[in-house]
Structures are given as C-alpha cells and as structure tokens.
C-alpha cells in the first residue's frame, strides 16, 4: 500500500492509499502504539489504541519525526475518546469503528431556525436570535452558570463558563424541567472546546515565555473558540493524567518483565548476591570482635 506520513506534535499520522488513516507515537524503552484516525468534516479524529509493539527508540523516533511534512489536511484536530454521540452516554469510539474508511463521515447538515430549547446530558442548550447557541447548566453552590457554544463540522462544543446568575436554584428542580425539554439533535456529536486543538499549535514551543500573548488570546475568543468551564477541564485532564500515568507503569512493567537480557544477567545477579553476603558477614564478624574486644578491656580496668 502506498503510504504518506504526516507529522502532528508527537504522532505520526500514515495516509494508506487515500483509504485508510492511523497513527503511530512513542513510548517508553523504544516501543510505539497504533492506531486508527478518522476525518470529520475539518477536524481529524485520533481513535484509541489499536496495536502496541516495538519501535525507535526516543531519539531515533524524533529525528524521523522532523524530517515528515506537517499535518494540513485538517485545520483541527481531537481525541475521538473526549468527544460523545449525542443522545447517548457513550464516545464516538463504537460508532467510528463502523467507519471503514476515511471518506465515510461527513458533516451532518445543520438547520438551526427559531427559538428553542433542548436538553443535552446535564446542559440546557438554548438556540436565541441571529441562531447564537448557549448552553445553562448547575455549577457550584447550586447556581446556575452558563455561556456560549459553537459548531464546528458537525460537532457541538461546550464554551466556558461567561456567566452566572445570584441565588441559588435546585438541582433537583433544574434536573426535572430538563427531562421535560426535547433531545438535543442538531449535529450528531458533541464536547468541550478545549478538546478542540488546532493543528499548527502542535508544533512544539521553544520556551513558556511563547505561550501567553494577549493579543493572540484575544484573536482566538474572537475566532469563537472560548475558554473551557475550569470545573469540567479540570474533571477531564486529572482523569487523562491518571490513565497516561497508569499506562505508563503498565507499559514499563511489562518491558522491564519481559526483557530478554535477564537470562544473561542472572548468574551476574547471583554472584553479586553471594558476594555481598559474604562482605556483610565479613563486616558484622568485625564488629563482633571489636564489640568483645572492649569488653575485656573494661573487665580488667575494673
């Protein structure tokens, strides 16, 4: 198959024969995972991990990163595991493993018309004038909080957190009316904007100093991507770094016990082992006799 490699920040994205997208990135003591990516609309979809196995080591895996073109098929890009399937509680990973291709999924088409009012999962989404979206939710202390969403290829993103209103208001009753409204069904998925990356970003920095610009802060919010509510960004990046930290120490463990070079290290081990013994031996012998050494000398003093 003819094969066409991309570079997006760590990843290595393959295009097989225009069919087929997967993507390949480093782990610890020189092994790789794979797996499939899928293109919806002008986001690229990262799915989960399909195959792990041997690979470059770190350097190695950098170097030929460098030398591959950047990514440009899509202006963003997210994990397929933050994103959900709209009338369910479940994320896009069963539905995109139907898709056999790349050129499967397009964009739903979006009619938004009138005022109205939906329900999506614990959010009131509210279509007003000029077809602007918001979302309601209950924060914290029992308020409700609210602010802006867009949409971008089909996929509904939750801005952040804009407003909120003095008073606080039940959750129960807030539950109960939102069970009342119609399902939410104009686009076929949905998420949180911070999930959203754009695909130039992924270029790596040479210093934090880089990162804050006000004025490119200001050009972001103005190109509708808002910041993420600091309650449900927090919620989902301490759950990712958990699991990158867990399968990190699986992944290692399973190296460190199914390295081949123990066979040769044993008799090493062994033998270090006894020695050891021997030189503690050795020293507690010592100190034995030094121990009785000092005795007798007291004894005759006395």
């Given at each position: ?142 308020r409700t909080i609210g602010g802006r969403c867009f949409i971008e290829s089909g ?148």
């Amino acid at each position: 198959m003819n094969e066409i490699k991309y570079r997006l920040g760590d990843f290595i994205i393959i295009e097989h024969s225009g069919v087929l997208l997967t993507w390949v990135t480093h782990i610890a003591l020189g092994a790789q995972r794979s797996g499939r990516c899928f293109i919806v609309g002008n986001i690229l979809l990262i799915g989960s991990l399909d195959r792990e196995g041997d690979g470059f080591l770190k350097l190695e895996f950098n170097e030929h990163l460098k030398k591959l073109p950047t990514w440009d098929k899509t202006r963003y890009y997210c994990f397929a595991s933050s994103l959900r399937k709209v009338g369910t509680e479940q994320n896009l990973e069963s539905y995109l493993k139907e898709q056999l291709s790349i050129d499967k999924i397009g964009m739903e088409s979006v009619n938004i018309t009138g005022l109205s009012t939906f329900r999506l999962y614990r959010y009131k989404i509210n279509v007003g004038e000029n077809s602007i979206i918001s979302w309601q939710t209950i924060g914290e202390l029992d308020r409700t909080i609210g602010g802006r969403c867009f949409i971008e290829s089909g996929i509904l993103f939750i801005g952040p957190k804009e407003n909120e209103l003095e008073g606080a208001q039940s959750r129960k009753i807030f539950l109960n009316e939102l069970k009342l409204l119609p399902q939410w069904d104009k686009t076929f998925a949905w998420g949180h904007y911070r999930t959203l990356r754009i695909c130039e970003e992924s270029k790596e920095r040479k210093s934090y100093k880089a990162i804050w610009k006000p004025e490119y802060v200001k050009t972001y919010i103005t190109n509708n991507v808002p910041f993420l509510h600091r309650q449900e960004f927090r919620n989902e990046r301490n759950s990712e770094l958990k699991a990158s930290v867990f399968d990190w120490i699986k992944t290692t463990w399973h190296h460190i016990v199914d390295w081949k070079g123990w066979g040769r290290l044993a008799s090493l081990i062994i033998a270090g082992t006894f020695f050891g013994f021997r030189i503690f031996m050795f020293i507690i012998e010592k100190i034995v006799f030094l121990f009785q050494r000092i005795i007798e000398r007291f004894r005759k003093v006395h």
